[in-house]
């Protein structure tokens, strides 16, 4: 059974950022979960309009973050602040960051991980909009293409989607497959 990699996402997500890294998951081997708080389909936001739908395979009331090994957390400036609004969105990413388990986040998704209180003491990266944000709650924040500390994974933008996506697949490798 091929280990699981929870994607968090609802309207708005950066196109590039969930598609790219699913599809070289997919290929290494993973299976790649969309969840979201909507049923059926989310739209992503590709740069500078409305992008295409993606299926959403499990809602956030039937996810547990037991049933993954990693969660990815893709960007947009749309996404993360709607599901920061989403308390359940929010206790999966704080389950997921204290079981350990591989939580990578790019562009405007440590936002999440800023809700989850997940960043203290941590060095991370993200877009520059939300780097204070990050600071603020007490993370040390860098310009980075992609930072791993420890569990977290975070990067800056699309461009940084291959990196992101390798430093992911290294760690789920190391991740003990449940049962």
């Known amino acids: 059974m091929p280990k699981r990699v929870m994607i968090l996402a609802t309207d708005g997500f950066e196109q590039s950022e969930l598609e790219k890294p699913r599809a070289m998951l997919d290929e290494a081997g993973f299976e790649t979960?969309?969840?979201?708080?909507?049923?059926?389909?989310?739209?992503?936001?590709?740069?500078?309009?409305?992008?295409r739908t993606v299926k959403v395979d499990l809602t956030?009331?039937?996810?547990?973050?037991?049933?993954?090994?990693?969660?990815?957390?893709?960007?947009?400036?749309?996404?993360?602040d709607k599901l920061?609004?989403?308390?359940?969105?929010?206790?999966?990413?704080?389950?997921?960051?204290?079981?350990?388990?591989?939580v990578a986040a790019i562009c405007h998704g440590p936002w999440l991980l800023v809700e989850a209180d997940a960043v203290r003491g941590r060095t991370v990266t993200s877009w520059p909009s939300i780097r204070t944000d990050l600071k603020n709650a007490g993370?040390?924040?860098?310009?980075?293409?992609?930072?791993?500390?420890?569990?977290?994974?975070?990067?800056?933008?699309?461009?940084?989607?291959?990196?992101?996506?390798?430093?992911?697949?290294?760690?789920?490798?190391t991740v003990q497959q449940p049962g």
């Open 139 to 173: 993370a040390n924040v860098v310009d980075r293409q992609v930072v791993v500390d420890g569990n977290l994974i975070t990067s800056r933008k699309p461009g940084d989607i291959p990196a992101f996506t390798d430093a992911l697949i290294t760690a789920l490798e």
């Open 84 to 102: 920061r609004m989403e308390d359940k969105a929010v206790d999966l990413v704080r389950a997921f960051c204290k079981a350990g388990k591989p």
């Open 60 to 80: 956030l009331d039937e996810a547990e973050a037991g049933d993954f090994q990693a969660l990815l957390l893709p960007g947009g400036q749309i996404n993360p």
């Open 33 to 51: 979960i969309v969840v979201s708080p909507q049923e059926d389909r989310i739209r992503g936001w590709d740069e500078t309009d409305w992008g």
